[in-house]
């Protein structure tokens, strides 16, 4: 039912939207930082950790939306725990796996990011309008959650989410964080602590392969 909005129209549809959206960012600029001020006060949480919620079913979704798009199986959704406290959504797209190429298996990883950006940019666009009042209020809390903790950890390449395997499969690194933490130690031997026998991590001197 929604796999038509990672056709091309929609693409460009996305593009158009979010770039309306970046330039009354920058053209509100001040608005935006007192409203961010405002947002995260302790007052306001209940209702951060609400679209926070809801958000991240969106985001799940639409990586399940993606797999089957390009012809996958999503055998499972649903919600766990992490830490035993926090709870977590989550998709079954290991599917992905099994395309031919990567482009189609970084658009499912990309799926999440991708619908929460085009929210946070219809939020903004609405929250430019809008007159002051709860409505007004939400749409920031979406632009807020959808933008900046997406940024922050989505699309974070050193921490183990959309951002660290987008990254992995551009480059064709594979298992790239155990592989960075080996040679970010052998650096450390090398210049920090003077060992000049430290042993080089096998396969350090791998070319990323950019191209499909």
Not at 107 to 136: H, K, N, S
Request: proline letters at 5%; one cysteine or more.
């Amino acid at each position: 039912l929604f796999g038509w909005s990672f056709s091309l129209p929609v693409r460009l549809i996305w593009l158009a939207v979010v770039v309306w959206a970046l330039f009354l960012a920058v053209e509100n600029a001040g608005q935006l930082a007192g409203a961010s001020a405002t947002a995260i006060l302790p007052g306001n949480w209940w209702r951060l950790i609400l679209v926070y919620a809801v958000l991240k079913v969106i985001h799940e979704c639409w990586h399940g939306i993606a797999v089957k798009r390009y012809g996958g199986r999503v055998p499972e959704w649903g919600i766990q725990l992490l830490a035993f406290i926090t709870p977590l959504t989550f998709v079954d797209a290991s599917d992905s796996w099994t395309f031919p190429g990567r482009k189609r298996r970084m658009m499912v990883t990309a799926a999440g990011m991708y619908v929460e950006f085009f929210l946070a940019a219809c939020a903004l666009i609405f929250w430019e309008q809008a007159d002051p009042g709860i409505a007004r209020a939400v749409a920031f809390d979406v632009v807020f959650m959808a933008s900046v903790t997406t940024l922050l950890f989505n699309l974070n390449p050193l921490m183990r989410f959309d951002g660290y395997y987008m990254l992995s499969d551009l480059t064709g690194v594979h298992n790239l964080g155990p592989k960075g933490q080996s040679y970010v130690k052998w650096l450390a031997k090398r210049f920090l602590l003077g060992v000049r026998n430290a042993q080089i991590p096998a396969g350090y001197r791998q070319a990323p392969r950019l191209i499909a």
